[in-house]
Nanobody, 127 residues
Framework: QVQLVESGGGLVQAGGSLRLSCAAS????????MGWFRQAPGKEREFAAH???????YYADSVKGRFTISRDNAKNTVYLQMNNLKPEDTAVYYC?????????????????????WGQGTQVTVSS
């Protein structure tokens, strides 16, 4: 069982920055695939960013160039640095982890790819 705890959300003005953190339990964090998703009110959960066990990164077009995902295996933590925030970035942000070996397609942008989810952290961007 893997537990994920997000932190770092809050209220920020448009153009500002926030850094989200996700602390994971488990002794094999370095082998996990990690992702960030977000869900705005009345909308489906959508992919934001992904980092593989080898630190390859992938982003949704909507956040590319503004968000950066990274990981610190010594701290069992994945981060999402969010710059130049826009009101449309307002959402609950969720951390997700896949601890099982990769089989089939590498569908890192699909919620079903992940085994575990955090409780979410609210990000609100005011205009």
């Amino acid at each position: 069982q893997v537990q994920l705890v997000e932190s770092g959300g809050g209220l920020v003005q448009a153009g500002g920055s926030l850094r989200l953190s996700c602390a994971a339990s488990g002794r094999t964090f370095s082998s996990y695939y990690m992702g960030w998703f977000r869900q705005a009110p009345g909308k489906e959960r959508e992919f934001a960013a992904h980092i593989s066990w080898s630190s390859s990164t992938y982003y949704a077009d909507s956040v590319k160039g503004r968000f950066t995902i990274s990981r610190d295996n010594a701290k069992n933590t994945v981060y999402l640095q969010m710059n130049n925030l826009k009101p449309e970035d307002t959402a609950v942000y969720y951390c997700a982890a896949r601890s099982t070996d990769l089989t089939g397609s590498y569908a890192y942008n699909e919620p079903s790819f992940y085994d575990y989810w955090g409780q979410g952290t609210q990000v609100t961007v005011s205009s």
